[in-house]
């Protein structure tokens, strides 16, 4: 008889207080990709299986990341007005160096092992406010 041994999600930080006292640094996404974040960390950290969803985890950690990027730099670019030719520039530059790092994420994540991918759905939590 097969049992099920549900994972319970990483622990916050042992105090929030000190952790808020921290400088730190957010950004704003959609409300679409928070609701997609919230619902795939559950699957995963209520999965018999995490690994099934290694895949579906470094993909999201790549369009966090792809947000993050356009949120910290392409946005305030924009609004310096910035000219067209530059903003073309930094969106080429941007989009090589995402696929660059985008592979490096996707093929780390998916090797990882259970305990790590329940790891990392801690560390997102961590900095989701």
């Known amino acids: 008889m097969a049992t099920s041994s549900k994972r319970k999600p990483a622990a ?3 105090s929030t207080a000190a952790v808020s006292e921290k400088p730190f640094l957010r950004f704003y996404h959609s409300e679409a990709l928070r609701q997609k974040t919230l619902e795939l960390l559950a699957l995963i950290e209520g999965a018999d ?3 099934e969803h290694g895949v579906a985890l470094a993909d999201l ?5 792809n947000s ?3 949120y910290f730099f392409m946005q305030p670019l924009k609004e310096s007005k910035a000219g067209f ?3 073309q520039s930094a969106n080429l530059g941007l989009a090589g160096a995402q696929q660059v790092i985008g592979s490096v994420i996707r093929k780390i994540i998916q090797r990882m092992d259970d305990d790590q991918l329940i790891s990392v759905c801690g ?3 961590r900095l989701m406010v």
């Not at 950690?61 to 990341?65: K, P, Q």
């Open 123 to 125: 560390s997102i939590r």
């Open 85 to 87: 030719i530059v903003q």
């Open 68 to 70: 993050g990027m356009d």
């Open 61 to 65: 950690v790549v369009e966090l990341m």
């Open 12 to 14: 916050p930080p042992a």
């Open 49 to 51: 299986d995490p690994g």
